[in-house]
């Protein structure tokens, strides 16, 4: 990716299944975990769920301007800017029935995370 070359599904199988694994690990300890990735497909978050089957997804959502801007914002990371389009083309966007919530990022990060944290901790709630 820091080549600018998008990662194809071959690609990502491993890691995908690596975070299910971490996951479903942390879970079994009854410890907290949040991991970031680019599941962007239902297929990737159908496969860390076959790990991990009480994890829950949270969509960042934003537009193309917004999540250009924060993407450029980014000091020292390994995804250019220019890579947004084939991400933005890959996704699909996250269902009612997958167990999470869409954030829209276009807010300050504080809100974001007070935001994300009671939506999350609610869904953990009904999932008990």
């Not at 699909?92 to 954030?103: I, M, R, S, T």
């Amino acid at each position: 990716m820091a080549a600018g070359t998008p990662l194809d599904d071959d690609d990502r199988w491993p890691w995908l299944e690596i975070v299910g694994r971490t996951l479903h690990e942390h879970g079994e300890r009854r410890e907290g975990l949040v991991v970031a990735c680019s599941a962007l497909k239902r297929a990737y978050r159908e496969r860390i769920r076959s790990q991990a089957p009480s994890a829950l997804f949270l969509h960042l959502d934003g537009t193309l301007e917004v999540l250009t801007r924060r993407i450029e914002g980014r000091s020292g990371h390994f995804m250019p800017a220019a890579l947004l389009e084939s991400q933005i083309e890959t996704l699909e966007p996250l269902a009612q029935e997958e167990g999470g919530y869409v954030l829209n990022i276009d807010q300050p990060v504080a809100d974001m995370v007070d935001d994300a944290a009671t939506r999350l901790r609610a869904l953990v709630a009904a999932q008990s």
